[in-house]
């Protein structure tokens, strides 16, 4: 009998479209000596803009304590810094540094010009549609 449940499931689709885009990428991020999260920290970061842990947390998909521990692991490193919230004093932020930068960058290239290659059959009508349906379904989450 056939079970057609999860090749139709979307959790199940989004899981296996997740896996196929990033396989190829991920040694690539551990040959660079980072682990996933830690490339989804300085990648979340590399535009610049700081954000309080909890923002960074949602950002990452990672639980609070997980990411209070690596960014203070990442900031003795000096891939990132932590300071003060100047609106609350009792939220920390966190930015990526020069070095964090540098460090990243030839991964967000590389991460840009592997998800071209792996879409690139799809298109640009439907890889623009994909990932707007995307967003807006992410945006529906309800919050943590």
């Given amino acids: 009998m056939k079970n057609d449940f999860v090749q139709d499931y979307l959790g199940y689709l989004l899981g296996q479209a997740n896996h196929a885009l990033y396989k190829g990428f991920d040694a690539q991020v551990r040959a660079a000596g980072l682990s996933s999260i ?44 932590l300071l003060a919230d100047a609106q609350d004093q009792r939220r920390t932020l966190v930015a990526i540094t020069a070095e964090g930068k540098k460090r990243v960058r030839p991964l967000v290239t590389a991460a840009q010009k592997h998800e071209a290659q792996v879409l690139r059959a799809l298109g640009t009508r439907d890889v623009d549609a994909l990932k707007q349906l995307l967003a807006r379904l992410a945006t529906l989450a309800p919050p943590t």
């Fill in 38 to 81: 830690e490339w989804r920290v300085l990648a979340t970061l590399y535009s610049g803009q700081a954000l309080t842990v909890n923002a960074l947390t949602a950002q990452v998909l990672s639980k609070q304590p997980t990411v209070t521990k690596l960014v203070q692991r990442m900031a003795q490193c000096g891939d990132v810094q």
